[in-house]
Every structure is written in C-alpha cells, then in structure tokens.
C-alpha cells in the first residue's frame, strides 16, 4: 500500500510505502511483521493506541500521547476492548478520593479526562471490519448539489 496515512495499520495493513510521491524524500517502507517483531505492537495494540490518542474515527483522550498509550498498554492486558475497558473500570474507581497508590505510571492515568463513551465499541467495530465500497463503475466529476450541502 502506497499512503501517508498511519491510520492504515489499524486497518490491518501489512506492506506501506511512504513518502512514495515526494520527490524531495526518501521512499520509506514498513513491514507489519518489522512492527510487531521488534515494536511487539501488533494490530489490536495499534487500534488501542489509536483510539487513545486519536484517529480518524474518534478524538481520544484530551492530552493522550503515544506515551501515554503506551504506558495504558503496558498496565492493561488482553486485547483491544479488553485493555481499554479494564483501563476504564479501573480509572472510575480510581477517581474516588480514597483511591491511593504509589506508582507514578497510575498517578498519571488517573488524571486523564475520559468522555463517557470511551472505548467506543463502534469505532472497533469500523477498524476491524470497514465498510468497503466495492463499486467498479468509472468515477465521473460533477457539479456539488449546493442546496442539499447548505441544508
């Protein structure tokens, strides 16, 4: 696959050139096995970490990086959902003022901003099996219909 896109791994992506049209860089290529073998980030481990800091399907968690992700990974263990649930279970009992610990890792986590609908099971859902338009018609240019676009 030839894209700039990241958001392709959590697709299941396994070959991607980039930088493949700019003539001032360096083609690069990424192998998903390189990823999983030497990163230990497979595919379930990309969906989680995008829908912590971000994707196109969902805005995150405010002021969640890739550290931050990385750090929800190594805490949380099983697959996509299940980390990210056990991350929310544990992050509701962890706002209780009683709640202590002495790890600087959960004194972090615990100060993240969950919406309520974090982890969507929706945005899993697109991930790991998208809609896919298999259509072969040509595709043909035309005028946008500005009324249905103001309405």
């Excluded at 700019?22 to 192998?31: A, K, P, R, S």
């Excluded at 970490?49 to 405010?62: A, E, F, H, K, L």
């Excluded at 980390?83 to 002495?102: C, E, G, I, P, V």
Aim: aromatic residues 14%; negative net charge; proline residues 3%.
């Amino acid at each position: 696959m030839i894209t700039d896109d990241s958001d392709v791994w959590l697709f299941g992506a396994n070959h991607v050139y980039r930088h493949f049209f700019h003539q001032d860089q360096f083609v690069e290529y990424y192998d998903s096995n390189s990823i999983v073998n030497q990163l230990g980030l497979d595919r379930e481990s990309m969906i989680a970490i995008g829908m912590i800091v971000g994707s196109d399907y969902t805005r995150g968690i405010p002021n969640a990086g890739i550290i931050t992700a990385l750090e929800i990974l190594q805490e949380f263990h099983g697959n996509c959902m299940e980390r990210l649930n056990k991350f929310r279970h544990w992050w509701k009992k962890a706002q209780k003022s009683d709640y202590k610990t002495d790890s600087k890792v959960l004194k972090h986590l615990k100060n993240l901003q969950l919406s309520e609908g974090f982890p969507s099971q929706a945005v899993y859902d697109a991930y790991q099996t998208p809609k896919i338009d298999y259509d072969k018609s040509k595709f043909t240019w035309a005028m946008p219909q500005l009324e249905l676009l103001r309405e």
